[in-house]
């Protein structure tokens, strides 16, 4: 059961660059979820999406955007990165986004743009 | 919007106790998360709290007070691998999680 895996695990990017980052789950979990976590920050929403064919914008939204065509897969797409875009990233997933659900995180994603 | 505040690093002794506190003020109130998270890996889920009082789980226990807005993680018999950070999580009105910056803890022998 390989839960969630995210891809690549590491990724230094130039500047203006256009950058898909990778998430799959295989719990069948409804609800899906992008952080971000930089240093004395915590873990920040970027956007999340409670079911199949729905997205939804979290704290930090602005130069990212998401699609949600099936469970299983919930890609992050920089457009555009720019270097305050450097950080580690994480998919996670629960089993709906309402009402109490544990969240389960992917390994993350180490993102660096110059 | 969310304010969670908790102590940016602890460092205790092996086979000590070590108390991690948190304080929120946040718009909205279904509960509160503890995860750990050891350097360089994903968060993974220790405890829910959603109702006042104590939560036990073997060496970890979380207490919550909903009318004070406090919360704090006790990790006993300290052990090594028990080095890491704790993030405190409030679960908002629209079931989403805020995250407090997390704390570090260093167990030394």
């Known amino acids: 059961i390989a839960g969630i895996t995210q891809a690549p695990t590491s990724q230094i990017l130039a500047a203006g660059r256009r950058m898909t980052l990778r998430c799959t789950q295989d719990?069948?979990?409804?609800?899906m979820y992008w952080y971000r976590q930089d240093l004395g920050l915590g873990l920040r929403l970027i956007h999340y999406?409670?079911?199949?064919?729905?997205?939804g914008k979290g704290e930090v939204p602005d130069g990212y955007s998401v699609s949600r065509a099936n469970t299983d897969d919930f890609p992050l797409t920089l457009a555009s990165a720019v270097p305050s875009q450097t950080s580690v990233y994480f998919c996670?997933?629960?089993?709906?986004?309402?009402?109490?659900?544990?969240?389960?995180f992917g390994p993350g994603t180490r993102l660096t743009v110059l | 919007g969310q304010n969670i505040d908790q102590p940016t690093e602890m460092t205790a002794t092996e086979g000590a106790i070590v108390q991690i506190n948190c304080t929120y003020q946040t718009s909205g109130f279904n509960g509160l998360f503890w995860y750990q998270q050891h350097a360089g890996e994903a968060p993974t889920f220790l405890s829910y709290?959603?109702?006042?009082g104590l939560e036990e789980k073997g060496r970890f226990s979380s207490f919550l007070s909903r009318s004070k807005g406090y919360s704090y993680l006790l990790l006993k018999e300290l052990q090594m691998k028990d080095s890491a950070s704790y993030l405190c999580?409030?679960?908002?009105?629209?079931?989403?999680?805020?995250f407090g910056a997390g704390t570090t803890v260093t167990v030394r022998a």
């Open positions: 999580a409030v679960l908002s009105n629209d079931y989403k999680l805020s």
């Open positions: 709290n959603v109702l006042d």
């Open positions: 996670a997933s629960s089993d709906s986004g309402e009402g109490y659900n544990e969240q389960f």
């Open positions: 999406s409670n079911t199949a064919g729905t997205t």
């Open positions: 719990m069948r979990h409804n609800a």
